[in-house]
């Protein structure tokens, strides 16, 4: 065990140890602060520059993927008015927002509730490891930061990887849900798609899920472990993704407004469009954050409603407003971070590292 990591918490439970990493009876709040004196390893200040070289990696590449379409966002922008711009940014706020909550949800349905401050510092900056091509650098960026906030690596990757799951299977089910209802004949036509969504809703029960997340480990090649969620954390999860991507609805539906689109199904097609694209765009690996695939989904999927210039000015504008909403949050959980350590040092002044915090 890293000497920095707290003895005896559910939160660093090992089943190499005979103990389950994971069960709702071990449920604890991450928030007050225990500090543990321990000398600061070797191994330790390792892990730390990489984790400053991972986040300049980040960083760097969502500079570079803004540069790349720099142009493109100027024409673009220049064509909305300043409500459009607002309600975009508030729009994409609030689902980023409501993504944090789902995976705050999902850390309670493994058996932790974080603190909102924690939650968010946690989540926020681990954020911007998607726009590092490979998928998973999100998963591994916030299991690194719960450390600081008294969450085992693991603990906090399982959550990550049941959220990032929940997150998907709802991406696709909104998507055929709201694809159906904006075609007029979608529900006769495409009838058998309803399988799909009964699929995916029992994908998402704790039973299920649980299981899924344990082979997604085995390929991730970490630990067996055994893995229990409850049934209230795991709906909220759900229900905070949904309004995620209700909230990306809204946000592509008056920004297509703004390009001329006018359409009684408007919004639960742009919605529909918008979460399948995120999918198709993650499960791509190799793009940083889903640049291209994202947008050749959105051009398939929106012709019914816009012509091909408006599905490209959402997919550049849209783009340019998550990338402002990551960078603003990340800021704000960076302080909350800062203000964190600040408070355990306070706390500690022989120069500890806590336990089991998170801010108050």
């Given at each position: ?239 905070w993704s949904v309004?995620m991507w209700l ?40 793009a940083p954050a ?71």
């Amino acid at each position: 065990m890293d000497a920095r990591q707290p003895t005896g918490s559910a939160a660093d439970a090992d089943p190499a140890d005979g103990q389950p990493a994971n069960t709702p009876e071990t449920d604890q709040t991450i928030g007050a602060e225990v500090p543990v004196v321990a000398p600061r390893s070797r191994r330790a200040r390792i892990l730390n520059a990489v984790k400053w070289a991972a986040a300049a990696v980040a960083v760097v590449l969502l500079v570079v993927g803004v540069a790349r379409q720099w142009d493109e966002i100027v024409v673009d922008f220049a064509r909305l008015d300043a409500r459009t711009v607002t309600l975009g940014v508030v729009l994409t706020l609030v689902a980023l927002i409501a993504n944090m909550l789902s995976w705050r949800a999902m850390m309670a349905a493994t058996g932790f509730r974080v603190r909102p401050a924690a939650a968010s510092s946690i989540f926020f900056v681990g954020q911007l490891g998607k726009y590092i091509p490979g998928g998973v650098w999100s998963i591994a960026a916030q299991a690194e930061l719960g450390r600081a906030h008294g969450l085992a690596r693991t603990g906090s990757a399982v959550a990550s990887l049941a959220s990032m799951l929940v997150s998907m299977v709802t991406a696709a089910l909104v998507g055929i849900v709201a694809l159906l209802l904006g075609s007029p004949d979608g529900l006769q036509t495409f009838w058998w798609l309803a399988v799909v969504v009964v699929i995916g809703l029992v994908a998402l029960t704790p039973p299920v899920l649980g299981r899924l997340i344990a082979v997604a480990m085995r390929v991730l090649r970490r630990p067996p472990q055994e893995i229990t969620l409850t049934w209230t954390g795991t709906v909220m999860s759900i229900v905070w993704s949904v309004v995620m991507w209700l909230a990306y609805g809204a946000q592509a539906t008056f920004v297509l407004q703004a390009f001329g689109a006018d359409s009684a199904v408007l919004f639960p097609v742009a919605t529909g469009a918008y979460a399948v694209a995120w999918l198709v765009g993650f499960l791509v690996v190799i793009a940083p954050a889903g640049l291209g695939p994202r947008e050749a989904v959105l051009l398939l999927l929106l012709g019914s409603v816009t012509d091909p210039t408006g599905a490209l000015a959402l997919a550049v504008i849209s783009r340019a407003f998550m990338t402002l909403g990551d960078v603003v949050l990340a800021g704000l959980g960076a302080a909350l971070a800062i203000r964190h350590r600040r408070h355990t040092a306070a706390a500690d002044p022989v120069g500890s590292v806590p336990g089991s915090p998170g801010t108050p």
